[in-house]
């Protein structure tokens, strides 16, 4: 680490640019456009001190992909790590996916012996045990 790299800019973002950053902040609310700001305003050997802001909640838009939350997550060391037997479940259900779409080519060679792509809603569902049945999705289905 440098001489130039050690700053203490959190006056000068203070008086500067927490005004502009409130201005844009309201702008994209009356626009309901979510938005993210992180400035670096302190570093030193020690860390690395960040002032952040956001309009995301009260914007009112529901991103499709949310880089914004994810972004915010990270900041906050919160890391987005599935227990193992979800990113099981993940994998199993995309390999699955992949199957149906690579089925909806005629000349694929591959086929399904039936489409349960309508019952992967209930994995959310609480659990509900059931009979065991052979085909490996019963706990998708009501009993």
């Not at 960040?50 to 919160?78: Q, W």
């Not at 993940?90 to 060679?109: A, V």
């Amino acid at each position: 680490m440098t001489e130039k790299d050690i700053y203490d800019k959190r006056k000068f973002y203070k008086t500067k640019l927490e005004p502009l950053i409130h201005e844009l902040k309201l702008q994209c609310n009356m626009e309901h456009m979510p938005m993210f700001v992180t400035v670096a305003v302190k570093n030193d050997k020690a860390g690395t001190e960040y002032a952040s802001d956001m309009v995301l909640a009260g914007s009112g838009t529901e991103l499709e992909n949310n880089r914004i939350l994810k972004l915010l997550l990270e900041l906050n060391n919160i890391h987005q790590k599935y227990p193992d037997y979800i990113e099981k479940d993940i994998r199993e259900i995309s390999q699955y996916l992949e199957r149906l779409n690579t089925n909806s080519y005629p000349n694929s060679g591959i086929e399904l012996a039936d489409n349960k792509i309508n019952t992967f809603h209930k994995i959310t569902d609480p659990y509900k045990p059931s009979s065991c049945e052979p085909d490996g999705y019963s706990d998708l289905m009501d009993v």
